[in-house]
């Protein structure tokens, strides 16, 4: 699979993957280093996990704060804070929660924590495998809706009907295979280990990567910095239409 999008999920990572024709698969790793060996044979992977984090100071990542910017009203929320990297290596949620607020003068959201061990995983990944990095690269759900709907944010929370509606009808019209994933890949796992937005984030994603290409790919920031290890901090989306 050329164009691969992920989300986390219960049971790992949730992939779904598309090719440059309409073909297309999905599956579940368990962890970030199964999930490298599925994204190394990639052009691009685009996962909904921070990469490039910060070690100290109260300025956060561009990245989240433009991201914010650009989902604007209820979606912005979505955006949380990134986690310090000497944060995510805590073994508790109080003590990543005072290293936190230690380095950078705020507190670690329970969001956050909630997934420090994945933020960790990719963390490790790419900080030992530098040619995973041109090829994995972050990118947010809520974002990669917003840049795919010509920069317009989805009207509801995905966690409902109405938004888990307006989202597929968006990935109906700009991926004509997505029902058939979507179905598929419904039918293949429980609800309680791969949820439905669980699905619908990594074929953004994907969709995301596909539609981009050489030309129509763009990062927020437009000139993102790296991290002390080397690991940008930005997050990748679509332009579908050039704009002055």
Not at 100 to 109: D, H, K, V
Not at 123 to 139: S, T
Request: hydrophobic share 40%; net charge positive; aromatic share 6%.
């Amino acid at each position: 699979m050329e164009y691969i999008g992920v989300d986390g999920c219960r049971d790992g990572w949730f992939w779904v993957g598309l090719s440059d024709s309409s073909g297309w698969r999905f599956g579940v790793c368990k962890d970030a280093k199964a999930l490298g060996a599925v994204a190394v044979g990639s052009k691009l992977t685009l996962i909904d996990v921070p990469i490039g984090l910060k070690e100290a100071g109260p300025e956060e990542r561009l990245c989240d704060k433009e991201a914010r910017r650009m989902l604007r009203g209820p979606r912005s929320s979505s955006v949380f804070r990134a986690p310090t990297r000497p944060a995510v290596l805590a073994k508790s949620y109080p003590e990543a929660n005072v290293i936190n607020r230690r380095a950078t003068g705020f507190g670690l959201s329970r969001q956050a924590w909630g997934i420090a061990q994945k933020i960790r995983e990719v963390d490790e990944l790419l900080r030992v495998n530098h040619a995973l990095r041109k090829i994995i690269r972050e990118a947010h759900p809520e974002v990669c809706f917003c840049s795919l709907n010509d920069r317009q944010p989805m009207s509801h929370n995905k966690k409902q009907t109405a938004g888990r509606c307006e989202r597929e009808e968006l990935l109906a019209r700009i991926l004509p295979e997505s029902s058939s994933i979507i179905e598929s890949a419904v039918e293949a796992y429980r609800r309680n280990r791969v949820a439905w937005d669980d699905i619908l984030d990594a074929l953004a994603a994907a969709a995301t990567a596909k539609l981009g290409g050489a030309s129509r790919l763009r990062t927020l920031p437009a000139n993102p910095s790296s991290d002390a290890c080397g690991l940008p901090m930005e997050m990748v989306f679509v332009e579908i239409r050039e704009r002055n």
